[in-house]
């Protein structure tokens, strides 16, 4: 299995202030048949479904603010947002789903400092 | 507009099963596949399994081996998850998430159903 590892498990940011998730993955996640990376970010609120912020990496999902970007390639992906919101406190999940069983990260905690 | 929704919570005994429904609508049934992921009391989030309903084929984490079977109704656009054998380690909200396509599950989870607490108790 595609082990996912996310740091840091808690993030304290002040509104205003840019926040940064990081995503591991045990293998790469690049497919040639595409030049993509499988691999996609969710935010959780509480009492809430996982809601999809980023797939294929860097492309952003329909009607999601643009200071919300992701990066990276292969192994190591990031998630960030420009200019953190009250509204952006959440906990941040990545997700690989280059191959089954489909895996997620440990999920980062992100709060307002 | 899309929608998934899924069936309401459920209480089982140890050793039962439960089976959970997820309706979608907003789109064709057949142009996706559909996944269920769960979520322990305060953990995160784990692939159960999922199904793709144009071929009937469906796929599941391991460690469900023997104990998980998913189906798909065409006609009432429902896609199910069925886990027996409940232990207490079951306890968890139970997702249904539609990928946004049909050749399997190399792709994002784009919408999510509601979740289905299902608590393992006697």
């Known amino acids: 299995d595609i082990v996912m590892t996310q740091s840091p498990d808690s993030l304290p940011v002040s509104l205003g202030e840019r926040a940064t998730i990081n995503c591991k993955s045990s293998?790469?996640?690049?497919?040639?048949?595409?030049?993509?990376?499988?691999l996609a970010w969710y935010q959780q609120k509480p009492g809430q479904p996982p809601k999809l912020l980023m797939y294929w990496a860097s492309t952003r999902e329909s009607g999601v603010p643009d200071r919300f970007s992701g990066s990276g390639s292969g192994t190591e992906f990031t998630l960030t947002i420009s200019s953190l919101q009250a509204d952006d406190v959440a906990v941040y999940y990545c997700?690989?789903?280059?191959?089954?069983?489909?895996?997620f990260g440990g999920g980062t905690k992100l709060e307002m400092k | 507009q899309v929608q998934v929704v899924q069936s309401g919570a459920e209480v089982k005994p140890p050793g039962s099963s439960v089976k959970v429904s997820c309706k979608a609508s907003g789109g064709s049934f057949t142009n996706y596949a559909f996944t269920w992921v769960r979520q322990a009391p305060g953990q995160g989030l784990e692939w159960v399994g999922g199904i793709i309903p144009l071929f009937g084929t469906w796929n599941f984490a391991q460690k469900f081996q023997g104990r998980i079977t998913i189906t798909a109704d065409e006609s009432t656009s429902t896609a199910y998850m069925e886990l027996s054998s409940l232990r207490s380690e079951d306890t968890a909200v139970y997702f249904c998430?539609?990928?946004?396509?049909?050749?399997?599950?190399?792709?994002?989870?784009?919408?999510w159903g509601q979740g289905t607490l299902v608590t393992v108790s006697s």
């Open positions: 997700q690989q789903y280059f191959t089954t069983p489909l895996t």
């Open positions: 293998q790469s996640l690049f497919k040639s048949s595409n030049n993509k990376n499988s």
């Open positions: 998430a539609r990928v946004p396509g049909y050749s399997g599950f190399d792709l994002h989870l784009d919408y």
